[in-house]
């Protein structure tokens, strides 16, 4: 079992990036805010704790997420695949514990690293998300074929709710403080390699399939 971590401000390219490694490599991709997102959707019990949180750009317990997360990595598609690849955890030092006591056979990291913080907002204010099957578009520089619609499944495509310039800063906020510090301890373990990835998104695609080979 192969483990690839994707690090990355929001709206670096985590989750766009995510889906070609499912379909290049087919390692299944890991997503908790995609998890939290249908928690919320569902209106479970810790969806309903956490939709607050998570609209106000902070992060949910640490103990909510490894709890969700330990639930997705038990099911049957993840336990049978090659690998997984995880887009947004772990988001804080307790988080990066945590995973170090589920052991792979392979692990690496990728750092997308953006240095300019606008072109974070910019993506992160253009982009569109279908609602049905959470793929990822972008009005500006990833437009779905046809306005408004998905190219995969046709479903709805909609804005994130914290996808408004108050909450994205924050989130970048957030990012800074509790995530920096989790990709430093990735880099001193020596697991850690960084891409810049301020470009498109098939630039960015190719320097990842460099570093994956
Ligand atoms: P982005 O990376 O674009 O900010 P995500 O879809 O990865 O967005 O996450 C959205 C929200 O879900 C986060 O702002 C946070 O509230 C919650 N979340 C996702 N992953 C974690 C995590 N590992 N720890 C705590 N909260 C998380
Ligand atoms: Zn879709």
């Not at 390219?13 to 995510?18: D, I, L, R, V, Y």
């Not at 997503?31 to 750009?57: C, N, Q, W, Y």
């Not at 945590?98 to 792979?104: A, D, K, N, Q």
């Not at 709710?161 to 920096?180: F, S």
């Amino acid at each position: 079992m192969k483990r690839v971590i994707l690090f990355g401000a929001p709206g670096a390219g985590k989750g766009t990036q995510a889906d070609m490694l499912e379909e290049k490599y087919g390692y299944k991709k890991i997503s908790t805010g995609d998890l939290i997102r249908a928690e919320v959707a569902a209106k479970t019990h810790v969806g309903l704790e956490v939709k607050a949180i998570m609209e106000a750009g902070e992060l949910v317990p640490d103990k909510t997420i490894i709890e969700i997360l330990k639930k997705r990595l038990n099911q049957n598609d993840i336990v049978r695949a090659n690998g997984y690849i995880m887009d947004g955890f772990p988001r804080t030092r307790p988080q990066a514990e945590e995973l170090s006591r589920m052991e792979v056979d392979h692990e690496m990291a990728i750092y997308l690293n953006i240095v300019d913080e606008d072109v974070v907002v910019k993506r992160l204010m253009s982009r569109l998300t279908c609602s049905n099957c959470g793929a990822i578009f972008n009005v500006e520089n990833n437009p779905p074929q046809k306005a408004g619609q998905c190219d995969f499944c046709a479903g709805p495509l909609r804005q994130r709710a914290d996808d408004n310039e108050e909450t994205i800063r924050k989130r970048i906020r957030v990012y800074r403080q509790q995530t920096q510090p989790v990709i430093d301890y990735y880099r001193e373990k020596g697991l850690l390699h960084e891409i810049d990835a301020s470009g498109s998104v098939e630039d960015i695609g190719e320097k990842l399939g460099q570093v994956m080979r």
